[in-house]
């Protein structure tokens, strides 16, 4: 008797069907979560990590950056900074859209400063904005 190894058409042709059936079902579920993750990563973006560089920017400097001057004066000094001790962040703070985050300051929202994506759409006044104040509806 010869001894076969491998498998035959048939059971490679079920692994195949079983592994679709499987894609079929997952594939729907997981749909339209990528954007969901990008404004989560957006929001966790404005409302701690870029918030936290900026107050770490007040604290040594006594005031935070300029509209001129940006979210870039959290990675190199700019000349209004008296006791900068940066950077803050270790690179340029893009949205997950690949947009460079929006700031102004002072605020027309917050005192202090007004920082926020433009989303998806990337245009301004969208509801696809993500902000650090609230919206008032």
Known sequence: ???KNGFTLIELMLVVIIIGVLVSMVVPRLAGRSEEARIAA???DIRSNISVALDLFELDNGKYPTTEEGLSALRT???SASNWKGPYLKKEPVDPWGKKYAYRSPGEH???YDLYSYGSDGAEGGSDDITNWEEKK
């Open 1 to 3: 008797m010869r001894n």
């Open 42 to 44: 957006a929001k966790a």
């Open 77 to 79: 000094k700019p000349g």
């Open 110 to 112: 917050n005192p202090d």
